[in-house]
């Protein structure tokens, strides 16, 4: 299966992790990537909430890119997935808006690029059997917390690869990856996304709260889909607990980090020295890496 | 909140459905859009209160509050809405409106980190987080907000100090210019 893949600003800086570990799951299983040359931001909340041509211009000329390479789009990133099926929706929902991304961007375009989410590739495309039968190094039971977000299963009529309210694929790729993904209330709240950068209080609130009944309900570690989760729920860990009271550390990782181990890739392919909070005293409790060799696969 | 305020004209109800694209007429006041948003407890307006208010023509009491700021455009009340009321969109709107009429608002910091994200793209076709994040600063005369977040990311090379390979920069720009010209023409 081919794909032209949008990684997106976040996969180039803050959530470089999610990218090569996207790569490195994507080769393990056989699905071929290809990255949209030139692609240009998605335009995020700051284009939608500012100018709504914009928001819907941006992501056309990068799917028009996409186009020509005759594949389907990935995206790994919640948020540019988010974006670009939104700005699909509005021009295949509304003439209007249609014409005015062509008058902005210089070109026709009929929004029918298909987008989609790496973990719509991963669930559905290849499926779980696929996935089932490339596991080398199931993960021991490791508790596993799946949290969504917001902008993966939301709005249905926009996203719709899982339940909109009660998502699973998450946790049906990591339970035939050895994982146990633990049920809990709080899959598809708000981690606060950008608000991290004009009011962090709210977001170390929202943060409590996730990780706070994500502890309560047995999780050792969450596993996110999306650049903004994962440094909301990471970075901001320690401020967090200074705010709110204590919550023992909680290792933020990406689907595909956990993924990869499952495979038999390594500490180094799935950049998993990324993360603010330590993952390996855990990954070494379930023996899923050995310490005394630095690291490596059991 | 001004509890007493009667029902002024249709005019701002009318402009903000024909620009948000969504009925915010239908709304029936269940509150459902409220009760699932995160922010809420944050919020001067709820979202449904902010509904009724744009019914009312309360244009003024909206467009200065401080929750279309605070919106983080999680979009569970558009998922949620009974009467299909995009009400996210509807947020964004009164963001687009109040920067328009250049109110001096409460949320002065949302506008102006979309300004700092903005003019990066603009400028490389890009995010360039550190030099985003730098305007972004300088505009807010805030520098010690998350400096120490800003370390831990240099040092797990989370943050780039070389701006990204811009891509198709003269035609960015272009995008930007016409699609403000679009936007003056809504
Ligand atoms: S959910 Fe919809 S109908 Fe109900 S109050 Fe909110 S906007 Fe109005
Ligand atoms: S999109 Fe905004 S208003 Fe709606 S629920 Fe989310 S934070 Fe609240």
Not at chain 1, 90 to 99: N, Q
Not at chain 1, 184 to 198: F, H, N, R, V
Not at chain 2, 24 to 38: D, E, L, N, R, T
Not at chain 2, 123 to 147: N, P, Q, S, V, W
């Amino acid at each position: 299966m081919k794909y032209a893949f949008f990684p997106g600003c976040s996969l180039e800086s803050t959530a470089w992790d999610f990218k090569k570990s996207t790569l490195s799951v994507c080769a393990a299983l056989r699905l071929e990537l290809h990255e949209i040359a030139d692609w240009i931001c998605c335009g995020s909340t700051p284009a939608h909430a500012s100018n709504a041509s914009l928001a819907v211009a941006l992501p056309v000329f990068s799917l028009l890119r996409a186009r020509d390479m005759g594949m389907p789009v990935m995206a790994a990133c919640a948020s540019c997935y988010s974006r670009l099926r939104t700005a699909n929706y509005k021009i295949t929902h509304d003439p209007a808006e249609c014409s005015r991304a062509e008058r902005i961007t210089g070109m026709p375009y009929d929004g029918s690029v298909q987008v989609q989410h790496i973990l719509d590739v991963l669930a559905n495309d290849l499926g779980t059997e696929e996935i089932r039968r490339n596991v080398s190094h199931p993960l021991g039971g490791l508790k596993v917390a799946c949290y969504y977000g917001c902008l993966l299963s939301r709005p249905p009529e926009i996203v719709a690869f899982d339940d909109p309210e009660y998502p699973t694929c998450m946790e049906e790729v990591l339970r035939v990856v050895g994982a146990e993904a633990i049920d809990w209330p709080y899959k598809t709240e708000c981690c606060g996304a950008s608000l991290s950068i004009t009011d962090p209080d709210v977001v170390r609130r929202l943060g409590y709260r996730l990780l706070s009944m994500a502890h309560r309900a047995g999780a050792e570690c969450i596993a996110v889909a999306c650049p903004l989760c994962q440094s909301n729920l990471d970075l901001r860990q320690a401020d967090i607990g200074k705010s709110f009271g204590e919550v023992p550390e909680i290792p933020i990782l990406y689907i595909t980090q956990l993924l990869g181990l499952a495979l038999g890739l390594s500490v180094d392919e799935l950049a998993l020295e990324a993360p603010a909070v330590d993952a390996m005293p855990l990954l070494a409790k379930h023996g899923i890496l050995n310490p005394a060799e630095g690291g490596k696969r059991s | 909140m001004n509890d007493t305020l009667e029902w002024r004209d249709i005019a701002f109800l009318r402009e903000v459905e024909r620009l948000s694209g969504t009925p915010v007429s239908a709304c029936v006041q269940c509150h459902k859009c409220s009760a699932g948003c995160p922010i809420g407890r944050e919020m001067d307006l709820l979202s449904s209160q902010i509904m009724r208010l744009i019914h009312l023509g309360g244009e003024e009491e909206v467009l200065k509050c401080r929750s279309i700021w605070l919106c983080a455009s999680c979009e569970a009340c558009t998922s949620r809405c009974p009467m299909g009321i995009d009400v996210a969109t509807v947020m964004d709107t009164l963001r687009i409106l109040a920067a328009r009429r250049k109110l001096r608002v409460p949320g002065k910091r949302g506008e102006t980190f979309y300004r700092s994200f903005l003019s990066s793209v603009r400028r490389h076709g890009r995010i360039f987080e550190l030099g985003m994040l730098t305007a972004y600063k300088f505009r807010c005369f805030d520098f010690l907000t998350d400096l120490d977040k800003a370390r831990k990311l240099l040092a797990k090379r989370k943050l780039s100090v070389l701006a990204p390979r811009s891509a198709n920069v003269a035609q960015v720009t272009e995008i930007f210019q016409r699609a403000d010209e679009e936007e003056r023409n809504r």
